[in-house]
């Protein structure tokens, strides 16, 4: 398995983004100077920071003294800024909308303008639309390549996999395969006695993905089916334990085999949350979202507000989420790899953009401090992905993707949100 994985990370990386040598300085150097550097590895910031970004890669990064900016370059002052990596949603999703008119790839192009307007640079859309998910994940690399990307750049599993039996699940992996996919998602879902919860089930799966060359992602909720995805090989776990504490062993099984944890906090909070008119309904940083609006209204109405409020299910969720969490936290403590993941755009309320900055939030009210959020949210959840050698922190060799911001993310987290530019690829983006 070592072995697999490492030729299969190392695959995955070249059909992802391919790399790009560095071309000598021309028009298409940049340098920003002056501002707060995170660079997204978790490493203490960098006062008056230079990055240097030539066609499309990082050239140079450090404290101004160290770093010489090439004749010729385009230089922005971001004096008294603070500079950190591109946000990447580890578990999000790019799917259509029945209640839209518009055709499908434009829609699915809107919504990763939509994610970049907020910061959020790099996508993993783990259940999706299929062949229009993949022709769009596509045409987002080559533009990157060709440095003209002004959205976010997008990963994709194609359909979530469910299976009648072993058989029929080794099948469904093997045509999802042969879309050109990314990465392969499974959902344990339905009756406890439905054939994807069975282990014979999920396990034949894991093993052909892997066959095939790809990672596999599973959805669960209870500790006893994440430990059984665990024993069987899962490559990612895409949400919380949320029925109890995770034990110490299952923790250790977890860490030893470097499977990466994606909380989606605030999947549950949209669960519940439109029982009553949320707070972040009034926040400038969602309100100026013009997309944002129908669904607002939608969710607002007290009809719907009253459904959720009456129904049990929803209900139930809130406790599931502070369960959720205290496993982030001990998870987190224990030295598992955390990466920031939403389930935005999957269902009413989960806001494409938006959300990413919400659930940062939650990993801090969780025990986590500014710094492992941030990291979480850039570093990590490219080394969940294997995309880290293309995008994540910002070091020399990496794309240029960073964010601008009026105020540290380190003394408040919350500070995301004061986003002023964005830049993919070295170039900055509306």
């Not at 194609?158 to 999802?176: C, K």
């Not at 949209?270 to 309904?281: N, Q, T």
């Not at 719907?304 to 129904?311: G, L």
């Not at 599931?320 to 496993?327: F, S």
Request: aromatic content about 4%.
């Amino acid at each position: 398995m070592p072995v697999f994985k490492a030729l299969s990370r190392k695959l995955l990386g070249l059909c992802a983004l391919p790399l790009i040598v560095a071309a000598p300085v021309s028009a298409e150097t940049v340098a920003l100077s002056g501002a707060t550097l995170i660079d997204g590895t978790g490493a203490a910031p960098v006062s008056d920071s230079v990055i240097v970004v030539t066609d499309g890669r990082i050239t140079a990064v450090g404290p101004r003294a160290s770093v010489s900016i090439p004749a010729g370059a385009r230089t922005v002052n971001v004096s008294g800024k603070t500079i950190m990596p591109g946000i990447i949603n580890a578990h999000a999703h790019v799917e259509g909308n029945r209640r839209s008119t518009a055709p499908l790839p434009q829609q699915l192009s809107d919504q990763l303008a939509l994610y970049a307007r907020y910061g959020v640079t790099t996508v993993y859309s783990l259940g999706d639309d299929g062949v229009e998910s993949v022709k769009l994940a596509r045409e987002t690399r080559q533009k990157s390549q060709a440095g003209t990307l002004d959205r976010a750049r997008l990963f994709v599993s194609g359909p979530v996999l469910n299976a009648t039996d072993a058989a029929n699940g080794r099948t469904n992996v093997t045509e999802n395969a042969a879309r050109g996919v990314d990465i392969i998602k499974v959902r344990l879902e339905g009756p406890a006695n439905a054939p994807i919860r069975q282990p014979a089930v999920y396990g034949a799966m894991i093993d052909q993905a892997h066959k095939e060359g790809k990672r596999i992602a599973i959805h669960m909720f209870t500790a006893d089916e994440t430990k059984g995805v665990v024993d069987a090989g899962v490559d990612v776990l895409a949400h919380s334990i949320r029925d109890r504490d995770a034990d110490p062993a299952l923790i250790g099984a977890i860490k030893a085999r470097n499977i990466p944890y994606i909380p989606t906090l605030t999947r549950d909070l949209s669960v519940f949350v439109y029982e009553s008119k949320p707070d972040f309904a009034a926040d400038p940083f969602f309100t100026k979202e013009a997309a944002y609006r129908p669904t607002l209204e939608m969710v607002s109405a007290p009809e719907f507000q009253a459904r959720i409020k009456n129904d049990p299910s929803a209900q139930a969720i809130k406790p599931a989420l502070e369960q959720a969490k205290r496993n982030l936290k001990a998870l987190s403590d224990a030295g598992v790899l955390i990466a920031m993941g939403t389930d935005s755009g999957a269902g009413i309320g989960r806001w494409q953009g938006y959300f990413e900055h919400v659930e940062m939030a939650m990993m801090a009210q969780a025990g986590l401090t500014p710094m492992q959020v941030i990291v979480a949210a850039t570093g990590n959840a490219a080394k969940a992905m294997q995309i880290d050698d293309q995008v994540g922190t910002l070091q020399p060799g990496k794309r240029g993707d960073l964010l601008v911001l009026a105020a540290s993310p380190l003394t408040d987290i919350t500070h995301t949100k004061t986003l002023e530019q964005v830049w993919i690829d070295g170039r900055r983006v509306n």
